[in-house]
């Protein structure tokens, strides 16, 4: 399944994913160094015998029938991909969680051999991918397209919507690309009952323009956590009188606006009851089946949860898709975690970073659930160099999205044991939702709401006052099965997870100067073997589900909490 929806109407598309295709672990040439065996893609190769940490080289191999100018379209390869079509290279791309298309043109009618070569390979070339906290898995990891394209075709749409006075406008802005010279026509865009179509001039192959244009939908109902309502928006390319090609997205009806110390959602003040949400299971790795981030997310309901944050990385956009759904709010984030100066100054850093932060905003602008943008969870925000880096993506996110809130996940500050908490982030002007990870009662002890009240003092000492702020972690670790007496205080057993996160949630959330918590995490995920030593069974056991989705203590008592309160904060 590409999509919880379908796309295209106009343009021929069919799925290469979902089905198996062969594959052999390689050189770095494509020479195999095994037999080809069958697997299913999307997939991960440590879920295959003998693979499970296996770090290299991969081949992926299939057939596919077509014919004149076709794109392939890679939702996600983990984590850097080389594409072959009968032979002759066609597409590079690196990073696992951002797509990337090749486009073929005047292929012959016929049977045609793709390959894409993968590598999971820890090395400076990847300057994302470094041995972590969670898992780098190899392989096709999210779905296959191949689509038949025309003279010109749309290769994205935006829409924004806006509101005043209760009337929504939807603004569009819609990519028209020519492959071959176009002698023009006219984009004809429809949502919600309102239409308009614009004239498309003539482009010559290769030209890419914008075409703006702005709905007026009217009265609509609103998107909200508990009315998710979406609308198709069709945006058609006309030519002599017959559709030459089209792109349906979806949106929902909402505005975010950050005012004060609130984030509000149409206008009323959110209360977040997050919880970070790495991509993972045992039995598939990242490549989580649909009916898998379902599940997850008919959990997280359950737990009275109303926002996730896709910790470190642009996540599936069929999960995204199911977001919108089901009114759950999204902080999405680039992909970044806890990169050092010395990881930030590789050359390879800024331009590996723009390119997500490009490929994210341009493919997943539309899902009305992504309330938030979030960049570089927990890097060198307390160094000049480091500030160079959060300022320039800051700016690139503020020049591609204007309307919604920009943060990232801070853990930069000082303290002893809880006490004398000294920020030492020197970002705090730069995002306009200041976010910070803390984990009292876990790698300290102290009074969860003084330890609060000290930061959020030091906060309002720098250019972050007066910002809303989010505890964008928060969290203990527990073995699934692991007992101790209640009240014992005994660390990694499931009742100090649940006595901790009862105490932690209790001052976060009952503080007025906080719009909310993330916990991590939703479930226990593998890390990579390099993090074996501060992680028993090689896994962050933060989950309040284990890996198989299995509830610990702890569920029931952050459920208790999170469906106490409502959505949204009426009193600050
Ligand atoms: C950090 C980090 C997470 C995870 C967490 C932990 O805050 O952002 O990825 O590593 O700590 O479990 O300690």
Redesign the pocket.
């Known amino acids: 399944m590409l999509r919880t929806f379908q796309t295209h109407c106009v343009r021929p598309q069919s799925e290469l994913s979902d089905c198996l295709w062969q594959f052999a672990p390689c050189t770095a040439d494509k020479t195999p160094t095994a037999a080809f065996a069958p697997v299913f893609v999307p997939g991960c190769w440590e879920t295959l015998p003998g693979l499970r940490s296996y770090r290299g080289f991969g081949l992926y191999r299939r057939s596919f029938t077509a014919e004149g100018t076709v794109r392939l379209v890679f939702k996600g390869v983990s984590h850097t991909a080389d594409v072959y079509v009968d032979g002759v290279h066609v597409a590079h791309h690196y990073n696992a969680y951002t797509a990337f298309e090749a486009i073929i043109e005047d292929l012959p009618q016929g049977e045609h051999t793709l390959e894409v070569l993968v590598d999971n390979r820890f090395t400076p070339d990847s300057a994302l991918h470094l041995p972590n906290?969670?898992m780098t898995y190899g392989g096709i990891i999210r779905p296959v397209a191949l689509e038949q394209l025309g003279a010109a075709w749309l290769r994205w749409a935006h829409y924004t919507p806006r509101c005043t006075g209760g009337v929504w406008t939807l603004d569009a802005a819609v990519c028209v690309c020519a492959q071959r010279d176009f002698a023009g026509g006219a984009l004809r865009l429809e949502c919600a009952g309102a239409g308009c179509e614009v004239t498309v001039p003539a482009l010559r192959a290769g030209q890419e323009i914008t075409v703006s244009a702005s709905l007026a939908v009217g009265v609509t109902k609103p998107w909200a956590p508990e009315t998710p309502e979406l609308y198709l928006a069709q945006a058609q390319l006309w030519q002599n009188g017959a559709a030459v090609d089209d792109l349906i997205e979806r949106v929902g009806f909402r505005q975010v606006v950050v005012s004060g110390k609130r984030i509000l959602l149409n206008g009323r003040a959110v209360r977040i009851k997050g919880f970070c949400r790495h991509e993972e299971h045992p039995h598939f790795g990242c490549a989580l089946p649909v009916q898998m981030m379902q599940q997850d997310i008919a959990q997280l309901r359950d737990l009275g949860a109303n926002s996730v944050r896709t910790?470190?990385y642009p996540n599936d956009e069929r999960f995204l898709d199911l977001c919108d759904e089901q009114g759950i709010l999204v902080w999405e984030e680039n992909h970044a975690?806890?990169l050092v100066e010395k990881d930030m100054r590789n050359p390879n850093f800024e331009p590996q970073c723009e390119a997500c932060n490009a490929e994210m905003l341009r493919d997943h602008y539309n899902h009305p659930s992504i309330y938030i943008w979030g960049i570089l969870?927990?890097c060198a925000s307390e160094t000049e160099y480091g500030r160079t880096c959060y300022k320039a993506q800051l700016e690139q996110l503020r020049a591609l999205d204007q309307s919604r809130p920009l943060t990232f996940?801070t853990?930069r500050f000082a303290h002893n044991d809880g006490q004398n908490v000294k920020l030492q982030d020197i970002c705090m002007d730069l995002p306009d939702v200041v976010s910070i990870?803390i984990?009292p009662l876990w790698?300290f002890d102290c009074d969860v709401s003084d330890f609060l009240g000290q930061l959020y003092a030091e906060v309002q000492r720098t250019a972050g006052a007066g910002k809303p702020m989010l505890i964008s972690?928060v969290?203990a670790g527990a073995i699934y099965g692991c007992h101790a007496e209640p009240g014992s205080g005994e660390k990694w057993s499931e009742e100090y997870q649940a006595e901790a996160l009862e105490r932690q949630l209790a001052a976060v959330l009952g503080s007025a100067d906080i719009s909310g918590a993330y916990i991590?995490?939703f479930c226990d995920v593998r890390v990579s073997r390099e993090w074996f030593a501060s992680r028993p069974r090689s896994f962050?056991n933060?989950g309040v589900v284990d890996e198989y989705r299995r509830p610990k203590l702890a569920y029931a008592a952050v459920k208790k909490l999170y469906t106490a309160l409502g959505n949204y904060r009426d009193r600050y």
Do not use: F, I, L, S
Request: net charge negative; hydrophobic share 15%; charged share 25%.
């Open positions: 906290d969670y910790v470190h975690r806890g969870n927990e996940a853990c990870n984990y790698y972690e969290g991590w995490q962050n933060k």
